[in-house]
């Protein structure tokens, strides 16, 4: 016998009560996205290799050692996306959506990376992303905030989810405040791991970042972007937290927060957890007045998140909530063509008068033990049934399943009363 082929490393296949609970939640974020007036943008998979390179910044981790990248039969360089935001700016400077415009954007998609495969952290995992152009006040970034907030609370896992924020200046601020913190970090040297002597000549930004328990406490000794930042980068923090506290929303400040990619300036945020095993973050985000014109556009701010769905799922699987789909009601009926071509007429009829309702049908061979087992394994709520008898009648007849009221038949008028009585 020949092995089963098995799926890529990292890569998942989701089924059963997950995808239950994955529906459930991209359900909910497009209604949210709806409910908060963004617009859905969906792109391509494959890009050019060129505009991650030219966007996330040559020395992140992404562009260094992440990327599924290929050649194609032409021998043009594409990768797979291993974020939204990038593609999301080229997308709109391509369709003419930036120029002088305001526009709020969601995605929800898959990204791909290749890193090493953990307890959160796949190859091919699902990120859903707000993407807002052409607004440069602090107003918006709570907007995003909000969001996330209800999104949280709407879920139920708000309790383990907590809110940082930071700043990281302008641009050209940053440098100066990088040269400090090289210089810094070189007068250390000695306390630093591989990585993050590499990331001296490289990102030292991203030092700040390292998730190596050892590097805690010289970390903690580092300068502090906060005493680096222009007027207009302090005054815009200053509003950014004040407008949170005015809707009492809780945030620390977390002067490390830096974010991997480059394009990021003043405001970064990200909501983290620790209830998922290591601290993790479930949602990152910031401002990206640059990236619009870094990509061939005319100056147009942007601020935008991304959260990983894949994270956000395990979250809501440590509640105690069933996210199945509940059937509301199953037809039953004698296995004959003419008995369940009537059977499938009927269930057609309930699904357009009540087409937020679930319909089972039974289909195969069957007798209504088999078939009454079957609405029982779907938790359906109201079994109807069609045999022969009722066939003949012009009738049909119900059942409230898991109650004592026995099986009734009714006529055709009847039987609508019956629905509309007990399926709401
Ligand atoms: P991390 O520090 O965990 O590597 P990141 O900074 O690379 O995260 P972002 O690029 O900011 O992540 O992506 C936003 C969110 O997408 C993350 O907060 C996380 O929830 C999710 N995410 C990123 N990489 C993965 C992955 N490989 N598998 C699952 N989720 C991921
Ligand atoms: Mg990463």
Redesign the pocket.
């Known amino acids: 016998m020949q092995k089963n082929i098995q799926s890529v490393r990292?890569m998942r296949d989701i089924h059963s009560q997950d995808a239950a609970c994955w529906m459930y939640l991209e359900d909910s974020l497009k209604k949210l996205s709806n409910r908060y007036g963004y617009e859905y943008i969906k792109f391509p998979i494959l890009e050019k290799t060129a505009l991650f390179k030219r966007s996330i910044g040559d020395n992140t981790?992404?562009i260094e050692k992440?990327m599924y990248t290929f050649a194609d039969r032409n021998g043009d360089s594409l990768s797979m996306r291993?974020?939204g935001t990038a593609v999301c700016v080229r997308a709109g400077l391509q369709q003419g959506l930036l120029y002088n415009q305001r526009r709020k954007f969601w995605y929800l998609g898959s990204?791909f990376?290749h890193?090493r495969?953990q307890q959160?952290?796949?190859?091919?995992?699902?990120?859903f992303?707000l993407e807002v152009f052409g607004i440069s006040s602090v107003d918006v970034e709570v907007e995003l905030i909000l969001f996330c907030n209800r999104l949280w609370r709407e879920l139920g896992i708000e309790n383990v989810l907590q809110l940082n924020i930071n700043t990281i200046g302008t641009i050209e601020t940053r440098e100066e405040y990088k040269r400090e913190l090289v210089s810094f970090f070189r007068d250390n040297i000695d306390s630093l791991d591989e990585d993050s002597v590499r990331r001296l000549e490289t990102n030292p930004l991203r030092i700040l970042?390292s998730?190596n328990p050892n590097l805690k406490d010289i970390i903690s000794r580092a300068p502090s972007i906060l005493d680096y930042l222009d007027d207009g980068s302090k005054e815009h923090f200053i509003e950014l937290k004040k407008m949170l506290e005015n809707l009492k929303i809780t945030y620390r400040v977390k002067p490390t927060l830096v974010?991997?990619?480059d394009y990021y300036n003043d405001t970064v945020f990200?909501?983290?957890t620790d209830s998922l095993g290591a601290k993790?973050?479930?949602?990152?985000?910031g401002r990206y007045d640059k990236l619009v014109s870094l990509l061939g556009g005319h100056e147009c701010p942007g601020v935008g998140?991304?959260?990983?769905?894949?994270?956000?799922v395990s979250l809501m699987q440590q509640i105690d909530v069933n996210y199945n789909q509940k059937t509301d009601l199953f037809v039953i009926s004698d296995d004959i063509l003419s008995v369940r071509s009537k059977a499938m007429e009927i269930a057609e009829g309930i699904r357009s008068n009540y087409p937020d309702k679930s319909i089972m049908i039974y289909t195969g061979n069957g007798n209504f033990k088999k078939q009454f087992k079957e609405a029982d394994k779907y938790k359906a709520k109201v079994a109807v049934i069609l045999g022969d008898k009722e066939f003949k009648n012009d009738s049909i007849s119900a059942k409230i399943l898991n109650d004592d009221t026995s099986q009734t038949m009714y006529t055709m008028q009847e039987f609508d009363r019956f629905l509309h009585n007990n399926l709401v």
Request: proline content about 5%; charged content about 35%.
């Open positions: 990292g981790d992404i992440e291993p974020e990204m990376r890193e495969p959160g952290r796949y190859r091919q995992f699902e990120q992303g970042d998730k974010r991997g990619l990200e909501w983290s993790s973050e479930v949602c990152a985000g998140f991304a959260m990983g769905l894949d994270r956000i």
